[in-house]
């Protein structure tokens, strides 16, 4: 049987994952393929410390040109994550004529136009379905099985930790310090998990989905981003009240004024099935003009479920090299000529229904002075809660609009917060009724 060869650089959680999954289905995914696949090389800063599963040491190597340079070895794999030299590294793998798989999101997502065109001009192929979504399909789904469609919209629970605190928030009601902790000790959330909880590794995979669905390149800082470290205990409440569980939602809709893209916490029916997405899963839900909906659901992350990501994508290339081609699907859906950027909305030009919670003095009054300013911004009021009564005390008034447009509801907001009864910031969280 033919042998393809396979280097690894970065032997972390993923590329141990990896190494057990060849270990373990080595024989299967070769029989499967009828092509064998052997792991030649694996390069890390550390190679001393046990991973706990058995590696031949003689594959074990400090310097990544070690793969690069080996004329033998077809498909680099990159799990070391970060820019640099992440990049160099897969720059060098390409231009060597090696196919590339990685599962490196904030790579790409900043660097990704540079390294599919060098990728398409050298003639190889790269992987990356490990890069969103974890072990879901999604990369497949999105540039094989449906297309033939025009993706009209797509929302995603992208970002497993986030969702884990939110879910535990909602379900056992406790404040978002509390939850984050106890994921913390857990090791459920990174020490630092800034990353996670303020939208960040999101926002990446929001970035990559976006030039897959729409275009060529999008610029990281045009998508707006708003994380869940603000979300309260009381907002949590109040939009169970409101028949709403509130997910950290990518959310991407093709507009007739360009493409909506934004990444926030959002409230959405009880009953979605994205609401129903809890824990540290991850979702997507496609609507597409000829599939219609098209839900996906499955592990974000994690040794195994990545590393199953990672083999799909050599599986693929091993296929392609097995009937001596390169290249076959293209790194993004769209064709490679003539593909544009992709042309955002202005984020102030969105419209969609909020709730805001505003703190106030409980006084006579007080709630015409805020539908006032609302009614003179364009912004219809669909319910009002207020809870408690404190006298000359503040108290939460939880308002849900009607669509607004995002600019209005700015205005607004900045001009009810200067009223002098109204004390702090206006919380505000987008619901999405319709259009994920
Ligand atoms: N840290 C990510 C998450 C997984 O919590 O989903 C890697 O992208």
Do not use: W
């Amino acid at each position: 049987m033919k042998k393809i060869s396979l280097g690894l650089i970065g032997f972390g959680t993923i590329g141990t994952g990896v190494v057990k999954l060849l270990n373990e289905n080595g024989s299967l995914i070769s029989e499967r393929l009828g092509i064998g696949v052997q792991l030649s090389k694996i390069a890390d800063i550390d190679i001393k410390r046990s991973r706990g599963i058995p590696v031949d040491q003689g594959v074990l190597t400090t310097d990544a040109y070690e793969i690069l340079n080996d004329p033998h070895i077809d498909i680099v794999i990159e799990l070391m994550g970060g820019y640099e030299p992440a990049k160099t590294f897969i720059l060098e793998a390409i231009n060597r004529g090696k196919h590339v798989v990685t599962a490196n999101k904030a790579l790409l997502a900043l660097h990704g136009n540079e390294i599919f065109n060098a990728a398409v001009k050298k003639g190889v192929n790269i992987g990356f379905e490990a890069s969103v979504g974890g072990t879901i399909p999604i990369i497949k789904t999105i540039k094989e099985s449906l297309v033939a469609n025009k993706i009209r919209s797509l929302s995603g629970i992208v970002n497993g930790t986030s969702n884990l605190i939110l879910s535990k928030m909602t379900d056992e009601g406790k404040a978002f310090d509390v939850v984050l902790k106890e994921a913390q000790s857990l090791g459920f959330a990174e020490a630092d998990p800034t990353y996670d909880i303020e939208g960040i590794d999101a926002a990446h995979k929001l970035a990559i989905l976006l030039s897959l669905c729409f275009g060529k390149k999008v610029r990281l800082e045009d998508i707006y981003r708003e994380g869940i470290s603000h979300i309260s205990e009381q907002d949590i409440a109040f939009s169970k009240e409101l028949g709403y569980r509130i997910k950290l939602l990518a959310i991407a809709i093709e507009r007739p004024e360009g493409i909506e893209a934004r990444l926030h916490p959002t409230m959405i029916a009880f009953d979605h099935l994205l609401a129903n997405v809890n824990g540290n899963f991850n979702a997507f839900h496609l609507m597409c003009d000829a599939a219609d909906s098209v839900f996906l659901f499955g592990q974000g992350s994690g040794m195994m479920p990545t590393a199953s990501a990672v083999l799909s994508d050599i599986a693929d290339i091993a296929r392609d090299i097995r009937k001596g081609i390169a290249g076959r699907i293209p790194p993004r859906v769209l064709d490679e000529e003539g593909i544009g950027d992709i042309r955002l909305m202005p984020f102030d030009q969105i419209r969609t229904s909020y709730y805001f919670r505003f703190s106030a003095v409980d006084r006579p009054g007080v709630l015409s002075r805020i539908s006032g300013i609302l009614g003179a911004n364009d912004i219809s009021i669909k319910a009002v809660i207020q809870k408690g009564r404190g006298v000359g005390e503040s108290v939460p008034i939880v308002m849900t609009t009607y669509k607004a447009r995002e600019c209005d509801v700015r205005k607004a907001l900045a001009d009810i917060d200067r009223i002098d009864v109204v004390m702090g910031k206006t919380m505000l969280i987008r619901i999405e009724d319709d259009n994920c």
